[in-house]
C-alpha cells in the first residue's frame, strides 16, 4: 500500500500531573509514522509547539499526546519531558517504550 502525506498531526498538551492544558495541529511532509513521531520531538526540544505560545521551555513542562489519524500505521504516542516516548500499540496490543 503506498500512501503520501501531508498529514494533519494532532497535538494534546498535558501538565506534568496530568491536567489537560491545550492542543494545537500542524501538516507533516514526513511519510512514516515514527518519522512524524520524531519530528514532532524535534519540534518540541527547540521550542516550537504549536498550539503553544513559545514562552517556556518544553522539557519542564508538558507531555504531549501525537496523534496522526488519517495515517494508515496510526497509533498514538505520548512524548514526556526528558525525550522519552510510551507510545501504546493498539493494533497488537503491545506497548512499546523509546528512550
Not at 507533516?28 to 498550539?51: C, H, N, T, W
Not at 505560545?53 to 496522526?68: A, S
Not at 494508515?72 to 525525550?83: K, R, Y
Request: aromatic share 12%; hydrophobic share 30%; proline share 7%.
Amino acid at each position: 500500500m503506498e500512501y503520501s502525506g501531508p498529514w494533519q498531526v494532532k497535538l494534546t498538551y498535558f501538565k506534568k500531573s496530568g491536567k489537560y492544558y491545550t492542543d494545537g495541529e500542524y501538516r507533516s511532509e514526513k511519510l512514516g509514522i515514527d518519522e512524524i513521531f520524531a519530528e514532532v520531538r524535534k519540534m518540541l526540544s527547540q521550542g516550537i509547539r504549536p498550539g503553544l505560545v513559545n514562552c517556556h521551555p518544553f522539557e519542564n513542562e508538558f507531555l504531549c499526546l501525537v496523534e496522526v489519524p488519517d495515517h494508515p500505521h496510526s497509533h498514538p504516542a505520548l512524548i514526556v519531558p526528558g525525550g522519552a516516548e510510551v507510545s501504546r500499540w493498539t493494533n497488537c496490543n503491545q506497548e512499546t517504550v523509546r528512550k
